[in-house]
T-cell receptor, first 116, second 120 residues
Framework: DVKVTQSSRYLVKRTGEKVFLECVQDMDHENMFWYRQDPGLGLRLIYFSYDVKMKEKGDIPEGYSVSREKKERFSLILESASTNQTSMYLC???????????????FGPGTRLTVT | AQTVTQSQPEMSVQEAETVTLSCTYDTSENNYYLFWYKQPPSRQMILVIRQEAYKQQNATENRFSVNFQKAAKSFSLKISDSQLGDTAMYFCAFMKHGVYNTGTASKLTFGTGTRLQVTL
């Protein structure tokens, strides 16, 4: 079974702090994603990576950065946390089949971040 | 850009009954995938069912089936014989069909979700 783990289930940080959210997958997936989930807004893509050291902006990248130094690990960084970044953060991974992109994303349990 | 709309924020169904969750989408693409994901309370999001746009036959997975209307851009989920364990948020999602190394081809666009409560 695919396993996607996230470093914390709950996190409380103060405004202005630098925050690291870590995600690890154990299935050798090429693609990894970071979403935030807010009530009434669904899931919105922050950043994704389709290879080591490769990254692309999603729909809401402002205030975030990412790092992918190893294939299994994808980190989300809040350089200076703000209260409007209080949210549930979900990590996901997927693989590809030859030249065709895969279709199923496997999700981690989520990190509920509160910025005070 | 693609958009996915789920117009039912909340729904309720009695155990053993059938319920249909609605989803519409907007795209100019001809080849794509559609998904329904389930997020149970305090548990991980999992894939329920997927549909390839080029397939006319509606996908089914046990008690879950879809009604895919490509021309109408509609993709509803029917849950038959509802069980208490079906209580969850359900998200409809869209993915373009493309080539891996373009990067953007693997992105999912989600709807806002429907919270389904199954009652006794």
């Amino acid at each position: 079974d695919v396993k996607v783990t996230q470093s914390s289930r709950y996190l409380v940080k103060r405004t202005g702090e630098k925050v690291f959210l870590e995600c690890v997958q154990d299935m050798d997936h090429e693609n990894m994603f970071w979403y935030r989930q807010d009530p009434g807004l669904g899931l919105r893509l922050i950043y994704f990576s389709y290879d080591v050291k490769m990254k692309e902006k999603g729909d809401i990248p402002e205030g975030y950065s990412v790092s992918r130094e190893k294939k299994e690990r994808f980190s989300l960084i809040l350089e200076s946390a703000s209260t409007n970044q209080t949210s549930m953060y979900l990590c996901a991974s997927s693989s590809h089949l030859g030249e065709q992109v895969s279709y199923e994303q496997y999700f981690g349990p989520g990190t509920r971040l509160t910025v005070t | 850009a693609q958009t996915v709309t789920q117009s039912q924020p909340e729904m309720s169904v009695q155990e053993a009954e059938t319920v249909t969750l609605s989803c519409t989408y907007d795209t100019s693409e001809n080849n794509y995938y559609l998904f329904w994901y389930k997020q149970p309370p305090s548990r991980q999001m999992i894939l329920v069912i997927r549909q390839e746009a080029y397939k006319q036959q509606n996908a089914t997975e046990n008690r879950f089936s879809v009604n895919f209307q490509k021309a109408a851009k509609s993709f509803s989920l029917k849950i038959s014989d509802s069980q208490l364990g079906d209580t969850a948020m359900y998200f409809c999602a869209f993915m373009k069909h493309g080539v891996y190394n373009t990067g953007t081809a693997s992105k999912l666009t989600f709807g806002t979700g429907t919270r389904l409560q199954v009652t006794l």
